[in-house]
Every structure is written in C-alpha cells, then in structure tokens.
C-alpha cells in the first residue's frame, strides 16, 4: 500500500510563492504516475498537474498552467509542486496522488494523502 504525505501548504499573500512537498512509502514512487488536485468546501477535487514515471512528460490544468511546475524525484521518493503568482482563486486543499493506472489528464488515481491547505490572501 502507497502512503502519501504533504507538505508545505500556508498563508500567503496574492502574487507570492509555495513548495508543496509529497513524500511517499510503502512502495516505489517511480512504478506511479503521480499527481496534484485540490479542492474547495462544496466542490469536487479538481486536477491541478501530473508527472509520468521518471518525469518526462507533465500535464497542467489550464488554470495553473504557466505558474505552477510539478517535478518528481525518485530517489527521494517524492513529488513536489512549485506555485508561483498566486492568486486567490488558488486557495484550496491540495492533494497528492498516485495512479499506476492514472492518466495524466487526471483519471484512475488509487492513492491520496490527507491533503495540505494553502491560503493566498488578497
């Protein structure tokens, strides 16, 4: 069984940077695809960005495309995501996932962390 932890969520001002961190046991990191969503009170967990086995290829949501880089390191078994311009709009849960079965459009995901909250004030 894959365990997922975050990290790295917070307050921070419109405009600013965060670092989410996820590191993962139980398993190796390199036999997922692995993935960021996030979610706001009342609305479904909407896919934020994905990196394939040995990072090679990344997809974004066009909300943070541009602003938001997702990178993985497999000798740590860990995946990170860079967010850069915050907005308030960016205010949410965010999650990291894993799928061995995942696309990295966001579908087929099995695995979750407890989720880290990232605040951007006005």
């Known amino acids: 069984q894959l365990q997922l932890v975050e990290s790295g969520g917070g307050l921070v001002q419109a405009g600013g940077s965060l670092r989410l961190s996820c590191a993962a046991s139980?398993?190796?990191?390199?036999?997922?695809?692995m993935g960021w969503f996030r979610q706001t009170p009342g609305k479904e967990r909407d896919f934020v960005a994905a990196v394939s086995w040995v990072g090679e290829y990344t997809n974004y949501a066009n909300s943070v495309r541009g602003r938001f880089t997702i990178s993985r390191d497999n000798g740590k078994n860990a995946a990170y995501l860079q967010m850069n311009s915050l907005k308030p709009d960016d205010t949410a849960v965010y999650y990291c996932t894993a799928g061995t079965r995942a696309t990295m459009s966001g579908v087929g995901y099995d695995y979750w962390g407890q989720g880290t909250q990232v605040t951007v004030s006005s």
């Open positions: 139980g398993h190796t990191a390199s036999n997922y695809i």
